[in-house]
């Protein structure tokens, strides 16, 4: 009984060790915090622009989670952003070696870099989803349309999940294409090239991450065969570990 207990006890060291050197790599990246807050601030100056539009009538609705979440297809980029760096940045003049120097087992420095980055991410996801809606329900006062708290926790918890998974996606590819602007440049075109136009087109792209996420948020409601918010989010949580996966045992093959 003493040397599985003892093992066991040494690999969840290992485990707290790689997740804490992984978290203060994270935090102390300042490109992590000019992200998260240029997002925020890029969030909150579409939300004005969206609420004023809402003001004049352009949206066709006055509903503050509606146009308080639009710009949330846009700051999302952020998040693509966020995850890509988190992935590349040490392979900027070779600093993974030193990496997998001190951390040698890599499936274990790849899963504690994607849990430090959830860590970080699901918080500063929430606070970009709620201050748009915040300041939009500010802005609208009584003008606003009547909501139910249920929907406002349903689209705020959808919102926060699927930046943050978002973000997990990235850092995933960013890791396969281990070249920061490749990646930045395949993620974005998809998410906002590739993929509303095989949602306008292709009845089957509403399995794919980017649609199946918007459901999460933003359900169809005159669609029966469309996805709901359940479905969308264990779509794309099953398109993030999937992908996770597939880019983990490949990255123990790696040469780095």
Known sequence: MTA???????????????????????????ATWLTLGGTLVVNLI????????????????????????ASISYAQAGFVILGVLTACSEYIGGQI????????????QFTAKH????????????????SGVVLTAGVLGDTAEPVTSGRVVGALSGVTAYLALT????????????????????L??????????????????????????????????????????????LLLTAWTVALIVFVVIGYRRWDM
């Open 46 to 69: 579409l939300a004005v622009a969206f609420t004023v539009a809402g003001l004049q009538g352009s949206t066709g609705t006055k509903s503050a989670i509606d146009i308080g979440l």
């Open 4 to 30: 599985p207990t003892t093992a066991t006890r040494t690999r969840g060291r290992e485990a707290a060790q790689a997740l804490a050197a992984e978290m203060s790599k994270l935090v102390s990246l300042p």
């Open 97 to 108: 070696r030193t990496t997998l120097t001190a951390m040698p087992r890599r499936a274990l």
């Open 167 to 186: 973000a997990l996606i990235s850092a995933a590819v960013g890791a396969l294409v281990r070249r920061t602007l490749a990646a930045v440049v395949v």
């Open 188 to 233: 974005l075109g998809y998410f906002f090239i590739v993929g509303p136009l095989l949602r306008d087109h292709t009845p089957a792209a509403k399995y794919l991450p980017d649609t199946a996420g918007f459901a999460m948020w933003f359900p169809v409601a005159d669609d029966a065969s469309a996805v709901t918010p359940a479905q969308g989010a």
């Open 115 to 130: 849990l430090a980055l959830a860590i970080v991410v699901f918080p500063a996801a929430a606070i970009t989803a709620a």
